[in-house]
């Protein structure tokens, strides 16, 4: 392309090299602007308030130059959210690795397609060898396998596509002709994306059957029994048992052995949504939470929260990876084939697919296994000094003692809740607000790597002034004696 060309001289990097200075320059100017966005991260709000316009969305008639667009983004990255600040506790999105970052960039510059192994074929293979090693991490045997998806909604919904095939035989001819409804149960904290996935796969959201929690937030092994028998009393047809290690809200692990003893009598399907929860697995001190999650049939697991890979990193771990090729694939005529490798996009819900496996390795190599296990440990650590404050403060109601390390606490009240959600992100702390059995709550997921005990005690320091300055005295709701620590961490 010559000078005189519309697009700019740094539209690209030129493979020949003439413009490596052009771009390098720009490459400078762009890293420093992200080494002070991300070294100065505690001097902004963990979730600063919106205060820009929609200035610059239009598309110029002529090209503007990269330094310009630099200084256009300052508002936008000034507002963004900050979760490298250490009072962001908010939700399951924690930094990104160093690591990741790099790879996502590297990724970007070359972008490869995962769809088949000739448009990737290092990443192809390299992303089959990585997830067949985490699979097998999760102790799904010889057999095992996986692959990366778009994030934890798409790996549940390949989960229950494909456990629909396997138990209905619909790949081909889809449900018209079935004589039985097709259910599938799951508890009633269960993400969200369940009821999607039924709904996008013809079943109906509502063919996902809640089961009631217990008071620590888990599936009640004795509701879903009645709950499955019901179904064949009714002539429905289950196929799947869904089970959640970490929920969204209380970060609750259901009872995986007893409920994988379930699925094996009634021949169910047994998924594990082991999105974020399943990071406990590189902890040798707390992979117990995890016992049982070794008989799963599929596994949904997203690297992209607790140990902090960049977005997007999320996967669909499997016992028998040849069942994705039985029930799930579909060929896709226009792309070669491999003698040792299927084409990945053939067997995903995914067809075009970034390599998103080169940050997820990155990281994996970076931390090696201690610094997995650091991280996991880190934020149980975190935990146990989170409870022990909550302890010396019975105006404050717990949700359910914690499993992992989110908590949900609360005042007497929704408006005083909500405005200690307030009163604490004004002095730089944000816990997120969910409902949850009918009540706001504030969340705290302490999975941040920047964040300290000391940090915990002055938020605690924090919630203290709001009480005093509002005279909150203690709620006899705290002291409930079915809800203990005694159990926790």
Sequence with gaps: M?????????????????????????????????????SQADQRSPVPTWQGSERHVGIPAQSVPLPDLLQQLEPLLAQAMNPANPGYLGHMDPVASTASVIGDAIAA?????????????SFSRLETAVLRELAQRFGLGDEAGGLLLSGGSLANLQAIALARNWALQVQETGLAGLTQRPILFASEAAHTSIQKAAMLLGLGSQAVIPIATDRRGR?????????????????QRPFCLVATAGTTVTGSIDPLPELSAI??????????????????IFSPRYAHKLQGIEQANSVTFNPQKWLCVAKTSASLLLRDWSLLTEHFRIAAPYM????DLINLGEVSVQGTRPADILKLWLTLQHFGDRGCAALVEHGLRLCRCF???????????VATPPDLNILCFRLASDRLTA??????????????????????????????PFTTPEHIRQLF?????????????????????EITYSQSL
Aim: charged share 20%; aromatic share 8%.
């Design 419 to 448: 405005e200690l959600q307030q009163f604490l992100l004004d002095r730089y702390f944000f816990l997120s607000l969910p409902r949850f059995r009918d009540r706001l709550w504030l969340k705290a997921v302490l999975v941040n």
């Design 387 to 397: 409870v022990a404050e909550l302890r010396q403060r019975p105006q404050i109601q």
């Design 219 to 235: 599936m009640q092994v004795a509701a879903l029994t009645e709950a499955i028998a019901s179904a064949r009393r009714q002539g």
């Design 2 to 38: 010559n000078s005189s060309a519309p697009l700019p001289e740094t539209a690209f990097l030129r493979p020949d090299g003439s413009n490596r200075e052009a771009i390098a320059a720009v490459a400078q100017l762009a890293l420093e602007q992200l080494l002070n966005l991300g």
């Design 336 to 339: 070669g084939e491999a003698d």
């Design 263 to 280: 699925a094996r009598t009634e021949g169910l399907w047994f998924h594990v949504d082991a999105s974020y929860g399943g990071a406990v």
């Design 461 to 481: 320091g924090a919630i203290d002034a709001f009480c005093r300055d509002r005279q909150i005295q203690p709620d006899p709701q705290s002291q409930d004696n």
């Design 109 to 121: 510059l070359l972008n490869n397609n995962l769809l088949s192994v000739e448009m990737s074929p």
